[in-house]
């Protein structure tokens, strides 16, 4: 079982940074997947990028450049920095993990365990 709480999300103006942090409950898998995920209203869902065991990492083609996902040795806690934000990144952000899979498995792979979810918001 594990828990998954997501905390650093706010409002900030377009071309603003911002550091999402996720902190995760005791963790067995040796090999898993994290990700972050976002979801405005209206929309469907989208993987943002995703990190694996080893730290092999993809990122959705709209953020790359901008953001930089991260994680600590043990996999407790998850990061993403956010880095010159636009309107068009206003979502909820989730963090999410699975275990078992690693590598490229990560972006397209079903997530088992979900955080609550921290409001980002990018005005112009």
């Known amino acids: 079982q594990v828990r998954l709480v997501e905390s650093g999300g706010g409002s900030v103006q377009a071309g603003g940074s911002l550091r999402l942090s996720c902190a995760a409950s005791?963790?067995?898998?040796?090999?898993?997947?994290m990700g972050w995920f976002r979801q405005a209203p209206g929309k469907e869902r989208e993987v943002v990028a995703t990190i694996d065991n080893a730290n092999n990492t993809i990122y959705a083609n709209s953020v790359k450049g901008r953001f930089t996902v991260s994680k600590d040795n043990a996999g407790r806690t998850l990061y993403l920095q956010m880095n010159s934000l636009k309107p068009e990144d206003t979502a909820m952000y989730y963090c999410?993990?699975?275990?078992?899979?690693?590598?490229?498995?990560?972006?397209?792979?079903?997530?088992?365990?979900w955080g609550q979810g921290t409001q980002v918001t990018v005005s112009s």
């Open positions: 999410a993990t699975r275990g078992g899979l690693s590598g490229s498995w990560c972006y397209e792979a079903a997530y088992d365990y």
């Open positions: 005791t963790y067995t898998y040796r090999n898993y997947c």
